[in-house]
C-alpha cells in the first residue's frame, strides 16, 4: 500500500502568531480523527520549524518538512540551510525543486540532485516536484519534459533511496491560479510518471512511490483528484494557510 500524503506548502506566509494559530488549529481538527491513514506534513517557512514541531508532538501523522535545503552539508554559504539543520530541528521532509525556486532562484535539474542527495543523507524524504509549463502543455509535449526532469534530476539514485522520495506533479499553470488540473489530466500524468519509473527501476518499485498532485487544489476538488488510482495525495500552497480548507482536504480521501 502506498502511503497517502496531503502536504501544506506555507510558502513565505505567516507571521509567528500565525503559524502557530493554524498550526494549533490543524492539529486540533484531526488528533481524533478516523482518517489517520493519512500522513499530514506541514512545511512552514525555516522560522517557524521550532514552534510547529513542539505544536504537532504527539499526533504521530502530522509530520513537518522544510521548503528547501541547501546542496551543500555546511559552511560559508550565508543565508543557506542545511538538510541536516531540517532535521536536527524534527523534520522528516523537505520540497525539492518547487517549480517557485526553479524559476526565481534558477534551480537546474544538476542542483536539485544534490539538494536532493543532501536530504537523503540525512534521512530527509524528499518531495521532488516537477511539472511543466503552460505553454508545454498547449504544445502537447508535457509528458515528455516531466519525464525528462525526473531523468535529470533523481535517475542517478539507487532503487533503496528512490523509495524515499515522494514525487509531486505540480503543473505550473495550476499553480496559485484557481486553474486546477482535471482529474483526467492529473492521473494521466501521474501514471505516466509511475510508468516512467518502472521503466527504470522496475514495477514493484514504481508502484511503491507516492505521487502527489499540487495545483489549485481546494476542498471541492480534492475528492475528485484523490480518487484517481496513481494520485496519492496533494501538495497544497493556498489552501492550506487555512485551517479548515486544509483539513478538509486531507479529510477528502
Ligand atoms: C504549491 O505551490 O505547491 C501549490 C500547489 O500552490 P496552490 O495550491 O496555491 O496552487
Known sequence: MRK?????NWKMNCLQEEGQKLTSEIVNMIKDEPTADVTVV?????VHLHAVNKLIAGVDRVHLGGQNCSDQASGAFTGE???GMLASF??????????????????????????????????????FCCGEPLEIREAGTHETYVKDQLTAS????????LKKIVIAYEPIWAIGTGKTASSEQAQDMHAAIRSHLAGKYGDATANEISILYGGSCKPDNAKEIFSKPDVDGGLIGGASLKSRDFVAIVQSF
Do not use: C
Request: overall charge negative.
Open 81 to 83: 540551510v542545511s538538510a
Open 154 to 161: 533523481l535517475f542517478n539514485f539507487t532503487e533503496e533511496e
Open 90 to 127: 524534527g523534520a522528516s521532509y523537505v520540497i525539492i525543486g518547487h517549480s517557485e525556486r526553479r524559476q526565481y532562484f534558477n534551480e537546474t535539474n544538476e542542483l536539485l540532485t544534490a539538494k536532493t542527495r543532501q536530504a537523503l543523507d540525512n534521512g530527509l524524504q524528499p518531495i
Open 4 to 8: 497517502k500524503i496531503v502536504a501544506g
Open 42 to 46: 506541514l512545511n512552514p517557512p525555516y
